[in-house]
């Protein structure tokens, strides 16, 4: 749920560890004050390291397990953010059904208190980027495929629990390497959308925009005009604030007939659901003639595109 940009070491939830990760009684919780002023308490059975970073809601600290030398990431909302109780409630129901959804690209907590009416979030820690420090030129078709189709999967099992995202962007899509060098996605930031103001041009369901977001970053991607940083890459990709570039020429085509019609201006004209849309990418591989294996993405260089290379060292629609 964080809102950071930061390329290594950075958190994300993953599936709950309530064995080694119990409650923290706000007894035994310090006054959330400031980050600088946690930094070496202890929290439960955890005691705070270092700031990991801090974005527009909140800062992330990294935190070690007093018994077990365990690692995670322990998110406080800033101040300012929970002076409207309704937000404060939306985020922390928000956060509650993300324990519900099992699915690989979705973060999920470990544990969640209230201290001083400001809600901590504990977090499995993980190294990897964001997508938006990720990108820094047009990524290969076979790349941006099999990210969307990650990102497809994490969304058709938040809706299948009534979640929209509501607010993807460049930076809440990490990018996690795993052994042989594939990008595994996490989504972040589920819950986000209750705390922002409304996007302007917001106002499809938020299913549908959660689609059309994805059509909207498979076009950033294949013309690498995906901002790295700075508010731009914070802004939700349904919104008018991002300008849709045009296709390259060269781009196979029937992917670019899934991701136009991904956009598509009416959501009537859009596929129904993120389910639908992944199969259309799956099927866009074949239609245009096969793609690089899963194990090889991230790690080749195509002709004219870029694939570029992970960090050296975070009620379902109908189709």
């Not at 560890?17 to 706000?26: I, W, Y």
């Not at 999967?153 to 795993?178: E, K, Q, R, Y």
């Not at 899963?294 to 060292?313: N, V």
Request: glycine share 10%; with cysteine; hydrophobic share 45%.
């Amino acid at each position: 749920m964080s809102r950071l940009d930061v390329t290594t070491s950075v958190p994300v939830f993953t599936r709950p560890l309530r064995s080694t990760c119990r409650g923290v009684p706000a007894s035994e919780a310090p006054p959330l004050s400031s980050a600088a002023s946690l930094v070496g308490q202890q929290v439960g059975h955890f005691r705070l390291l270092r700031e990991l970073g801090r974005g527009s809601l909140g800062v992330v600290l990294l935190a070690e397990h007093a018994l077990i030398q365990k690692r995670v990431a322990i998110q406080v909302l800033h101040a300012h953010v929970t002076q409207d109780p309704a937000r404060v409630a939306r985020f922390l129901q928000a956060a509650r059904t993300l324990t519900l959804i099992q699915d690989a690209h979705i973060v999920s907590l470990y544990d969640l208190g209230m201290r001083d009416g400001r809600p901590f979030l504990i977090m499995e820690y993980l190294e990897g980027q964001s997508l938006a420090a990720f990108a820094k030129g047009p990524l290969a078709p076979a790349l941006v495929v099999d990210l969307l189709t990650q990102v497809c999967d994490a969304l058709g099992a938040a809706h299948a629990h009534g979640i929209a995202h509501g607010s993807l962007n460049p930076t809440s899509i990490f990018l996690v390497p795993d052994a042989k060098g594939r990008q595994h996605v996490k989504l972040l930031d589920f819950g986000i959308a209750g705390l922002l103001p409304p996007s302007e041009g917001a106002a499809d369901s938020p299913v549908a925009a959660d689609l059309f977001a994805v059509g909207v970053l498979g076009a950033l991607l294949v013309t690498g005009r995906l901002p790295s940083r700075g508010h731009a890459a914070e802004e939700p990709l349904h919104g008018h604030a991002w300008e849709v570039p045009p296709l390259p020429s060269d781009l196979r085509s029937a992917l670019s007939r899934v991701l136009l019609k991904a956009m598509a201006r009416r959501p009537v004209d859009r596929y129904a659901s993120a389910a639908g849309l992944r199969d259309a990418l799956h099927a866009s591989v074949a239609l245009d003639g096969g793609a690089a294996p899963p194990e090889s993405l991230g790690l080749e260089r195509l002709p004219g595109w870029y694939a570029l290379r992970g960090p050296p060292g975070v009620a379902p629609a109908s189709r």
